[in-house]
């Protein structure tokens, strides 16, 4: 494929070209993708210590997200599944984009480009969607000790939802960890779509035709694709698991 | 093509290719997508069915659903962010240390994290825990459903 090139052991390192045949941003946005990596890591890591612990008391995935839209059974998995479906979707977008760039066709990049916005926006969504039901909570609700703070002390209550010290689905932690990682993980996701529509804008004003490459394209593609990677990970260590 | 004026070969430009060789890629992309759509509708099929089949926190069903997901990220990682066609030196500077690191991680929250469930290593927080559990086992739920059974640990005294 594209980095078929063949490089002689010998000479690669004596200076004067890239012994990894890569150009600074490319390699650069590897790097700092590894750095990503490992925060990512090691928050599940810690998610995974503290589930661990908490074993006994840990709510079931399948009893807390079950909402869909526009339906009222209790549907688990179903809505987390259409996100990841959105997510890998434009995951291939993107690389459909990258791929239309090597050709230097640029029609293909818009297009593909588009339809990657079109699919990070849809997932930003879906994912306030999903927030927007945790902290909401059920009808039912459960009996918490909630802060007053008018009396300065906590009040044994019916607690809807959820919020960073209380929760009606178990263990603090819960929520916690839920806040942290799918809403840094979002955070992620809301930066990809901003990143991604600013090398679309350049796209279409032809920055990259005159310039004779779209490594720009591919290298915010990293990105992307790091951002559905680590999906993989939330999806199966927060829903399936 | 470069702001800079040096004799850097243009790795940017290298990496384009022609029309045959696109619809090899493409092909080969469409492919891995339809693999890692497959695995994720098997996941969440299994997912779906392991409550009522009382799978739900098995060792098998929990290894077989976080291989998947090392399936599912290395395609991403070769195919889609293109690691597999990289100079191989490049390929392992970059999975090496992070493979290496997470699994150190790994070991180190298995055997060193241990102290954390047992009974010796109780901290304030945790005994304050288990007396509310105790309480609420028996009985000060607010709904009969079995799956919000009440878990407090609030009350900071």
Same mark, same amino acid.
């Given at each position: ?11 690669? /390192? ?97 297009? /593909? ?9 849809? #997932? ?6 999903? /927030? ?47 806040? #942290?990682?799918?809403? #840094? ?57 | ?21 696109? +619809? ?14 497959? =695995? ?5 099929? =299994? ?9 739900? @926190?098995?060792? $098998? *069903? +929990? ?8 399936? +599912? ?5 070769? $195919? ?29 929250? *298995?055997?060193? @994290? ?6 010796? %290593? ?7 825990? =288990? ?5 609420? +086992?028996?009985? %000060? %739920? ?8 009440? %878990? ?6």
């Amino acid at each position: 494929m594209a980095h078929s090139i063949e490089i002689d052991p010998k000479e690669a /390192w004596s200076g004067g070209q890239s012994p990894f045949r890569l150009s600074y941003g490319k390699m650069f946005m590897w790097f700092f993708l590894v750095s990503d990596a490992l925060t990512f890591g090691g928050l599940l890591v810690s998610y995974g210590f503290i589930r661990h612990k908490y074993a006994e008391v840990w709510p079931k995935a399948e009893h807390v997200f079950t909402h869909f839209p526009f339906v009222e059974q209790h549907l688990p998995l179903a809505y987390v599944g259409l996100m990841t479906f959105i997510l890998i979707m434009s995951s291939v977008t993107m690389v459909l984009a990258v791929e239309a760039g090597h050709r230097m066709n640029k029609k293909g990049v818009v297009l /593909w480009m588009f339809w990657t916005i079109v699919g990070g926006l849809a #997932f930003v969504g879906s994912q306030a969607w999903e /927030w927007y039901h945790f902290i909401i909570g059920t009808a039912d609700g459960a009996w918490r000790n909630v802060w007053d703070p008018a009396t300065q002390t906590y009040v044994k209550q019916v607690f809807h939802g959820a919020n960073m010290i209380t929760n009606e689905y178990g263990v603090p932690q819960f929520a916690n960890y839920f806040f #942290f990682i799918t809403g #840094f993980h979002g955070t992620h996701v809301f930066s990809g779509v901003v990143i991604n529509f600013i090398i679309f804008l350049n796209v279409l004003k032809g920055t990259y035709e005159r310039r004779g490459h779209y490594e720009m394209v591919e290298k915010v593609g990293l990105y992307w694709h790091f951002v559905d990677l680590v999906w993989v990970f939330v999806f199966t260590f927060f829903y399936l698991l | 093509m470069s702001d800079f004026h040096d004799n850097y070969p243009h790795y940017e430009v290298m990496s384009n290719h022609g029309e045959e060789e696109g +619809k090899k890629s493409r092909r080969t992309l469409w492919n891995v997508f339809w693999i890692m759509l497959a =695995i994720t509708i098997f996941e969440l099929v =299994i997912g779906f069915m392991a409550p009522s089949h009382g799978w739900s @926190g098995t060792l $098998w *069903l +929990k290894t077989l659903f976080i291989s998947l997901t090392v399936v +599912k990220a290395a395609a991403i990682v070769m $195919w889609f962010m293109h690691l597999k066609h990289e100079v191989s030196f490049f390929k392992y500077a970059i999975l090496a240390p992070y493979i290496i690191f997470m699994l150190y991680t790994i070991f180190i929250i *298995l055997t060193e @994290g241990t102290y954390a469930g047992s009974s010796g %290593h109780l901290t304030r927080v945790d005994k304050i825990f =288990i007396e509310q559990q105790a309480q609420l +086992k028996q009985g %000060h %739920h607010a709904s009969t459903d079995a799956h919000h059974e009440g %878990h407090d640990s609030n009350t900071r005294h």
